[in-house]
């Protein structure tokens, strides 16, 4: 008999019965008032994709043709338990109604099996059949049926760590509906399957490989590090940096792994406070995460403009007649690569990954172009002696007053290359089976980026041409860009014009547009799930999907936000630094309330997902991992807002201590005066409902 596997909603365990009636797949009669409520099925239906979604213990809400849930906008509805009902989901084009029959929907081995059929409507033929696409009614067999669909629901199993839903259609073909952890879990949290739950672990691993872009930490940082330790601690502190970073991860893939939602740090925070002090963990991280993550946009997108910057100096004749692109110049291209990235975030999530998993294969790619090409080119390579153990700190150029303090400035390298990886977990209501691939993908892609990313660091100073000029201003960039510099001369040197080191730098360029574009995919999640919960102003807006399940407003919103904290660059690069140093310290500093709230939880408090840190190193090795995370985020958050430069100047000055401060203040005297009157933190969507109606000045974040 051929059978059919398409991809739906889980039945929820949130309810306390559907765990049970899962296992035994029987029902009881609602007339006994000693039994439990008969199991019914809500339906969410989204234009062409239909989703059997929790059973619900409601017994009114399972009542007889129950369908006052009726939404045109994808909300979900109760089918009638013992009559007959029906659930009507969008209007116009791709929509469609949903029936039950007499014996609604009831569960197998108690008689009572009943029949069900989707009438679907014609957006297009996209819900006219019954073709497999990610869950939808509109695949590989599309328009293969133009009328109803019709089937008796034959089994419910739970085995393996797997449920599945067995369902004999009217044609006699056997469908098997494998039912997804990850959103199990979300309808557990209380939140209904809004965006469309496509990506697979390799995708999802690859918007955090493209965002974790080591080039964002090599490229601005690579002569600070050289000159505070040398060819020593480029090669040998990445992996202090990566150990500790490691930690930070598995601590956050243990708490995504039990929370699997858009938004993480923030619900994170606000679950593992608790419910008195919830809602203001949340309001600060969130806050402190979606200014900090949408900042980091144009940041990485300007990073990429410096490259190309000085390569166009470096190409055009360097000191003696380079040219050098204007601050204009410079605000034109940063802004225009954010517009691009910004509309590739329109499309639907299928492309989104496709998108993510091709930048992935292009740095991989482009590192081993490099690794591969420049040491063949160049025509001096370094002894190991030199790239594996010199030691030297410059103090004629640094002035730093201290070799403690050359060493917190050469850790600075592999801090900024080695951090958003948690913008993973901003995919999970997006991910396949988020539970188990969201805390895998967020560690691979991290420990992938570190052996890349040394890899890379160890080739270039292997093929330094000239020690003694690399950092030197009258040199081919000025003495500004060393990775630059670094490329130029093997080129150079090897065929007298500089045109291979042109190309493969206008390829590394494209690791910066590809970590733009995670970084928009993770911003843009991120003011999704703050305006679900009415945390952003006009959150009505920005919470909204388009048919595709894309949250197109909190796109359009995260990128005219980063496109405004881009317009510094009009004036100088100074002022633009100085406000997006906000970009480091806000993130990472929305990484340490999580990290501490779980560090504070008394054992028994946290229910475990998928991925548990005590079942592999126990109680007192989980507590060591969480508080060697957290020493790190908080000496992450102190050595990014020391001085960089000496002598210390109005210039040079590191701003990002000011700007955090007055940050903190802003949201904690509006938490004070204003916030902590409404705002409630996350709660539970299932019914669309909000927890209370706000007033005031407050309507503004309904």
């Not at 002894?383 to 002035?399: E, I, R, W, Y």
Request: charged residues 10%; aromatic residues 12%; negative net charge.
């Amino acid at each position: 008999m051929p059978f059919r596997k398409k991809q739906i909603s889980p039945p929820s365990t949130s309810g306390g019965l559907a765990g049970d009636a899962i296992s035994r797949g029987v029902a009881n009669d609602s007339n006994d008032e000693s039994a439990a409520p008969r199991e019914s099925f809500d339906l969410v239906a989204a234009a062409d994709s239909w989703q059997v979604v929790a059973p619900t213990t409601n017994a009114a809400a399972a009542g007889p043709g129950n369908a006052d849930s009726v939404a045109s906008g994808g909300g979900p509805g109760s089918v009638g338990a013992t009559e007959s009902g029906e659930w009507r989901a969008g209007s116009g084009e791709g929509s469609a109604v949903i029936h039950a029959g007499a014996g609604g929907f009831g569960s197998p081995g108690a008689g009572n099996s009943g029949s069900w059929r989707v009438d679907p409507g014609n957006g297009h033929g996209r819900t006219a059949s019954a073709g497999v696409d990610g869950g939808a009614l509109c695949g590989e067999e599309r328009g293969e049926r133009d009328g109803s669909m019709r089937g008796n629901l034959t089994g419910l199993n739970a085995e393996g760590g797997k449920q599945t839903l067995e369902i004999m259609l009217e044609d006699g073909l056997h469908m098997t509906v494998e039912v997804d952890s990850g959103e199990r879990l979300l309808n557990e949290l209380g939140y209904k399957q809004e965006l469309r739950r496509h990506l697979s672990f390799f995708e999802v691993f690859s918007i955090g490989l493209s965002i974790v872009t080591f080039y964002a930490g090599t490229v601005p940082y690579y002569s600070m590090t050289y000159l505070n330790g040398g060819p020593v601690a480029l090669v040998w502190y990445w992996w202090i940096t990566v150990f500790f970073t490691h930690l930070v991860a598995l601590s956050f893939a243990e708490i995504s792994s039990a929370f699997p939602i858009s938004g993480s740090l923030y619900f994170w925070a606000a679950a593992l406070a608790g419910p008195k002090h919830g809602p203001f963990a949340a309001w600060i991280t969130g806050w402190l995460e979606f200014l900090g993550i949408s900042v980091c946009i144009g940041s990485l997108s300007f990073g990429g403009v410096q490259l190309l910057q000085y390569t166009i100096y470096a190409a055009t004749g360097g000191v003696k007649s380079g040219y050098l692109l204007s601050n204009y110049e410079c605000f034109g291209i940063t802004v225009a690569a954010i517009v691009l990235c910004g509309l590739l975030n329109l499309l639907p999530v299928h492309s989104i990954g496709r998108i993510a998993a091709f930048s992935a294969v292009w740095q991989i790619l482009v590192v081993l172009a490099m690794i591969v090409i420049l040491p063949c080119v160049a025509t001096t390579l370094q002894p190991a002696s030199f790239v594996f153990g010199h030691f030297h700190v410059q103090l004629d150029m640094t002035h730093v007053p201290t070799d403690a303090y050359a060493f917190v400035l050469a850790m600075q390298l592999s801090i900024f290359g080695l951090y958003a990886y948690d913008t993973v977990a901003h995919m999970a209501e997006e991910t396949k089976r988020a539970d188990v691939t969201v805390p895998a993908a967020m560690v691979s892609c991290l420990s992938a980026a570190s052996v890349v990313g040394w890899a890379v660091i160890v080739v270039l100073t292997a093929c330094i041409s000239n020690k003694e000029t690399l950092l030197i201003e009258d040199n081919d960039t000025g003495g500004q860009q060393p990775v630059v510099q670094i490329i130029w001369e093997v080129f150079f040197s090897r065929y007298g014009n500089g045109t291979g080191a042109v190309v493969l730098l206008c390829l590394m360029y494209f690791s910066f547009f590809f970590a733009t574009f995670a970084a928009v995919i993770g911003a843009s999640r991120a003011a999704f799930s703050l305006s679900r919960d009415s945390g952003l102003p006009f959150s009505f807006l920005w919470r909204r999907v388009n048919r595709d399940r894309t949250p197109v407003y909190a796109v359009l919103l995260t990128c005219t936000i980063a496109i405004l904290f881009c317009l510094p660059l009009l004036h100088s690069t100074t002022t633009f630094f100085a406000i997006t140093s906000l970009a480091t310290v806000a993130w990472v500093g929305s990484y340490a309330v999580p990290i501490f709230l779980r560090l504070l939880q008394p054992e028994g408090a946290f229910k475990p997902g998928a991925f548990s840190l005590q079942r592999y190193v126990g109680h007192a090795g989980r507590r060591s991992i969480n508080a060697g995370a957290l020493l790190f985020v908080l000496y992450t958050m102190a050595t990014s807002m020391v001085p960089m430069y000496f002598p210390v100047t109005v210039s040079n000055f590191n701003w990002s201590s000011c700007v955090l401060l007055v940050t903190v203040a802003f949201f904690i005297s509006w938490w004070v005066l204003d916030a902590r009157h409404w705002f409630v933190g996350p709660y539970h969507n299932r019914a669309g409902n909000q927890p209370h109606t706000l007033s005031g000045a407050a309507k503004w974040f309904e």
